[in-house]
């Protein structure tokens, strides 16, 4: 699939050459180099582990350290982080040239939609600790007063990142979260929704088109990304009402909100953090109202170890530390605990074409396709 971004900044010709490069790298490790990891373990590293300790590993622990240890993998880890590290930087560059007109484009004259920054909102430490997912300065940084700057970085880095696949407005996610609204709750008419850690709107500017007659809300700790993604939704025409908040604790009323979603916030929080916000979720809707939380594909007890330690691999290297600890938390005790006493679980597949996909959630993923971890309730 070439990759062909959709966004407010637009590489020239030797960036996006570029950037193409690194897109290209990153799909031949995922296509061609991670899978050989697979064969690795099978025929080196497991039986040597057998002839060490006259068992097999046990645990995710024990085989990814006997994993380390392997040539092979220790390249793949090595070419995995290098890439990360080239796709930020090659965007770096374009969003740099055209920071001045993207940071004017947050001023947007008579919004649909609006903007409501807090300067003095404390931004927790698991956000401040890393640079997630090695993006430098995360999601909260300013490089000037007002900037968009890492709004923009990471709207073209996610293209690259995602590999393209999730479409030139990367809405696939929240397409699929208004589907499973829709298959799991038919009668759900939203009036107010809530996306919490909702980044640049990526996914809000999905649920928010599913459901048009709703008032659609944003919340995010960051303030260049929420600036990005009011830009973005005014210069797309979509009216959502942005605004720098913390989800486990917000300025809005109680029962609020009727539909309140997220799209991978859990695992950039920590365990007190996604606590703390499922009984914020609690508290801001109205009773029948619904949440609809999608993560990365949690309950590593649904997945044979090695899929653990290929995905964990982002816990080690990728400066994501809660994603091990979020994959082996029971979610939906948490969410009983605050308050949904009918809080499930389950795996939906996704898709860049929705309406042919179904969207009722399964008890198991749906191995060597394409799937995502979903938590919801209804209060
Ligand atoms: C992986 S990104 C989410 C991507 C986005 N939902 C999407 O679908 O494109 C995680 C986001 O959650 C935000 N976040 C983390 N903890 C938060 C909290 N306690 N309150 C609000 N936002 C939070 C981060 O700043 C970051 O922007």
Known sequence: MPFDPETLAKPNHDEFSRQRFVFGLKTFIAGDLTPGNRAVMDRQVVPAF???????????????????RAPYHQTWSSLMLLAQEMMWESVEDTVDRQIDDLNAAAHVTRPRGSLRVNPKLEI???????DHHVMPGSYYVETEADDVRAGAIFDAGANMYHLGVRGRQTDVMGLTIAA??????????????????????QSTLAVAQSFPRAETHAIDVGAPVIRYGHARAEAMGIPVHFSQQNAE?????????????????FHETSAKGA??????????????GV?????????????????????????????????????????????????????????????????????????????????????????
């Not at 057998?50 to 380390?68: C, I, S, T, V, Y």
């Not at 298959?183 to 759900?188: N, Q, R, V, W």
């Open 249 to 265: 604790k917000t300025d809005f009323a109680t029962g609020f909100f009727d539909l309140i979603v997220s799209h991978i916030l």
């Open 50 to 68: 057998k002839r060490a300790h006259g068992r097999g590993p046990e645990n995710r622990r024990e085989l990814r350290q006997a994993m380390e």
């Open 275 to 288: 606590v703390r916000i499922l009984e914020e979720t609690h508290r801001l809707l109205k009773p029948g």
């Open 180 to 201: 499973v609204v829709r298959g799991e709750y038919p009668d759900l008419v939203p009036q107010r929704v809530l996306d919490m850690g909702c980044t640049i709107g």
């Open 124 to 130: 927790p430490r698991y956000i401040t600790a890393v």
């Open 291 to 379: 949440m609809v939380h999608m993560e990365v594909p949690v309950r590593y007890r649904d997945l044979p170890l090695y899929d653990q330690v290929i995905r964990g691999w982002q816990t080690h290297y990728n400066a994501e530390p809660f994603w091990d600890a979020v994959c082996s938390m029971d979610l939906v005790k948490a969410a009983k605990a605050a308050g949904f006493k009918n809080a499930r679980d389950g795996y939906v597949l996704w898709s860049r074409d929705p309406e042919r996909e179904p969207r009722r959630l399964t008890a198991t993923p749906n191995q060597g396709r394409e799937w995502r971890y979903v938590l919801t309730a209804r209060r």
